[in-house]
């Protein structure tokens, strides 16, 4: 794969090529490994599924059907680079984190591969699954003791599905116990009951196998260019004016004050602090956190707004500004102000 012409082409002229044509495998890549794990992991519970994995566009389960798709830009380091340049980030870069997205994905696999949603009792505990796309944004509870947390931004609250997935995404985690870190939780029922479940079906093959074809279902077909403009424009949002009284407010030095120092240019100075900052609290993705920074910035420059130097609060009330906008963003899908 090393050897491939595409791996030395520019960044504009990858952005040309269609996703199909570089021809990516999981097998001879790192990936490989991380996904062995996966089934040694499910080998270890006594699960005799393993469910197969295919290069797709991201991270999912197809509907009825038992097989992961991982997303393309993991397979090679060139793709990765590209993404993190990008997006900022690239989702399942790590061992760890790549291992979490599988343990979730595979979730869904079985519940497929099992017929698992079909159960009354799956259904008592979990809620009704739905063949529509889990809801890009839910209002979570975060310090709810129903649900057990996995992913970011509270994940098993946003659907029944992903209620199960990220439940037994914990039940499969090696080394983790369970009973102990969920001990006193009401999801620690599902759990048990997760346990239950699973031991029922060990060593058992799948009632629900079906033949399909993989690129009906990779969405590979398209341009990177294509590709990223459609994955941007998902964080993209436009705010109205309506925050220039915010930034005056935030950033009041007149020009009466000599030594002022322009707001635009201390937000570029604050930029990495502010947005590791955020993220690290919020966990929305980088992307949209640098993009909303990229509007402050241009807007402080606009009204030429400037603030006092050496205020010791000013730090912490921008950082505190910020991230209500991006929980805001988080709950709602929108760049908005609370009243």
């Not at 566009?57 to 997303?71: C, H, K, L, R, T």
């Not at 990177?224 to 109205?240: H, I, N």
């Not at 606009?302 to 963003?329: C, G, K, W």
Request: proline share 6%; aromatic share 14%.
């Amino acid at each position: 794969m090393e050897s491939a012409e595409w791996v030395n082409l520019s960044d504009d002229q990858l952005l040309e090529r269609r996703i199909s044509h570089f021809d990516l495998k999981l097998d001879g890549t790192e990936l490989q490994p991380l996904v062995q794990r996966l089934y040694d992991e499910l080998s270890a519970k006594g699960m005799t599924f393993h469910p197969p994995c295919h290069i797709g566009d991201e991270w999912f389960v197809p509907v009825g059907i038992p097989a992961i798709f991982v997303p393309f830009f993991l397979a090679h380091e060139r793709l990765r680079k590209l993404e993190r340049k990008l997006i900022l980030e690239v989702e399942g870069e790590t061992p760890e984190s790549f291992m979490k997205l599988m343990r979730h994905e595979a979730a869904h696999a079985y519940a497929y591969a099992y017929q698992l949603y079909r159960k009354k009792r799956w259904q008592r505990i979990f809620g009704l699954t739905s063949f529509e796309e889990t809801p890009q944004f839910y209002r979570p509870r975060p310090y709810s003791r129903s649900y057990v947390v996995h992913l970011d931004d509270w994940y098993a609250q946003s659907h029944p599905d992903e209620d199960f997935a990220e439940t037994f995404a914990v039940w499969l985690t090696p080394g983790l116990d369970w009973r102990e870190r969920y001990k006193d939780w009401k999801a620690l029922q599902k759990l048990e009951y997760v346990d239950e479940l699973m031991r029922s079906i060990a060593g058992r093959p799948p009632v629900h196998q079906p033949e399909y074809r993989v690129p009906d279902y990779h969405c590979l077909n398209l341009k990177l260019k294509t590709y990223y403009a459609k994955k941007r424009k998902l964080f993209e949002d436009s705010y109205p004016d309506f925050y220039d009284n915010d930034l005056n407010h935030l950033f009041s030095a007149g020009p009466e004050i000599v030594d002022r120092v322009k707001a635009s240019a201390w937000l570029r100075q604050q930029r990495r602090s502010l947005m590791d900052s955020i993220c690290r609290w919020t966990k929305e993705n980088r992307y949209p956190v640098n993009k909303l920074l990229t509007r402050l910035i241009e807007r402080c420059d606009q009204l030429d707004l400037s603030l006092r130097p050496n205020e010791p609060q000013h730090s912490l009330q921008v950082s505190a500004y910020i991230t209500t906008l991006v929980m805001n963003h988080l709950f709602t899908g929108k760049f908005k102000r609370t009243k």
